[in-house]
């Protein structure tokens, strides 16, 4: 079967289009993967600005299908998938009816998505795993409007174990760039000036920095980076001009914010895994592009709870893609085969599990 998924729920404007068997769960065929990306035009307000997002989901979502289709030899969808919520009401609504639309012209099955569910399945995209092997598993979503801790008992059954109280991890990398004067989106822009530390010799003298880490030693499975953010800009203010423009503060600054992050997010993701007693830990969202952030994990895991798999999206899958929102209804198609939606509506905060 042929399903397309569109998701638009944050800036970019993706369409994907896969295929895979109708009657069991089997390895999935990418047609065509486009995100029209419009980082440039938000660049500079800083972040998103949704009225602006809406308008360029509605100019690009027409051309972006025609050259999707084209790519996938115009193939019929059997299914179309939409992410439904969370994320910009303005934004997911263009979405909404855009599927609606299509799913009348094709007569296509049209189908919800949770886009933090999407989240979820991006590492399934391009590796077909067995779920009895999987679950329960313990997933981390780590975007620029999320940072969860969810148990999966088993495929669409979610525990929410805790999220951020104040701002998302995501969130945090983008305003803490943005006090250092780095483009956004933030966490890219950081990860850079971080890695650009590593690559200078040892000998030379380092500017070391030291940023708090946000309950991580508290039990529960809750976050919290608004502190985080708050401590670097006070560090920052507290700087000479010339010492806060220069290479060895940004980059310093930037290495120390990264750290703490991975550090409260492996910290309370293991702890949870090993609390749950889980098969496997999974990874999704955008900020698990980060490649300190997966080499990290990677050792810890290995070193603590080395009889637990870890599951992780191909970086390209990492930010907002469509196949994620794609794949996510493909399972769900197999695992109870529903009629199509009628009366779709965008739900900007949408939940995932109780
Ligand atoms: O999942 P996503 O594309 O969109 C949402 O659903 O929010 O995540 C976007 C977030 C942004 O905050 C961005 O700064 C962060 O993911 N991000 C990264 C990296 N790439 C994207 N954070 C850290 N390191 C990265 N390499
Ligand atoms: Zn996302």
């Known amino acids: 079967m042929i399903i397309l998924g569109i998701e638009t729920s944050c800036d970019d404007t993706c369409v994907g289009i896969i295929e895979a068997s109708e009657k069991k769960k089997s390895r999935i065929k990418i047609l065509s993967n486009l995100v029209s990306s419009q980082v440039k035009l938000h660049r500079r307000y800083g972040g998103v600005y949704p009225l602006l997002a809406r308008r360029e989901h509605k100019k690009n979502l027409p051309q972006i299908l025609k050259k999707a289709l084209r790519e996938a030899k115009n193939s019929r969808p059997d299914l179309i998938a939409v992410t ?27 189908m919800p998505v949770n886009h933090l569910e999407a989240h979820i399945y991006s590492s399934f995209i391009k590796k077909d795993f067995n779920f009895d092997e999987v679950f329960p598993a313990v997933c981390l979503i780590v975007s620029g409007g999320h940072t969860q801790l969810v148990l999966i008992g088993s495929f669409g ?46 000998t030379k003298k380092r500017l070391e920095l030291s940023f708090p880490r946000p309950m991580m030693n508290q039990k529960n499975f809750d976050f919290s980076f ?78 603590e709870l080395p009889a637990v798999k870890l599951i992780m999206p191909d970086p390209a899958f990492s930010t907002d893609n469509a196949l994620m929102t794609a794949v996510t209804a493909y399972y769900h198609w197999l695992k109870n085969k529903k009629p199509s939606v009628k009366d779709l509506k965008a739900e900007a905060n949408l939940r995932l599990g109780k």
């Not at 502190?227 to 806060?244: E, I, M, Q």
């Open 84 to 110: 439904k919520g969370p994320g910009l009401e303005p934004c997911l609504w263009i979405g909404v009816n855009f599927a609606a639309e299509l799913a009348e012209k094709f007569t296509s099955i049209l």
């Open 226 to 303: 608004s502190g985080l953010k708050t401590a670097v800009l006070y560090d920052y203010r507290s700087r000479t001009p010339r010492v806060r423009k220069s290479k060895t503060y940004v980059r310093a600054a930037a290495r120390e914010i990264q750290q703490a992050i991975i550090d409260v997010l492996i910290h309370k993701t293991l702890r949870a895994a090993g609390e749950f007693n889980v098969k496997s830990i999974i990874l999704g969202g955008g900020v698990t592009a980060n490649q300190e952030l997966r080499r990290q994990f990677k050792k810890k895991r290995k070193k």
């Open 157 to 202: 059954r979610y525990r929410l174990l805790g999220e951020t109280r104040d701002d998302a991890a995501g969130e945090c990398f983008d305003k803490a760039a943005r006090t250092l004067g780095l483009p956004y989106p933030g966490g890219p822009a950081i990860e850079r000036e971080a890695a650009k530390i590593k690559a200078r010799k040892r």
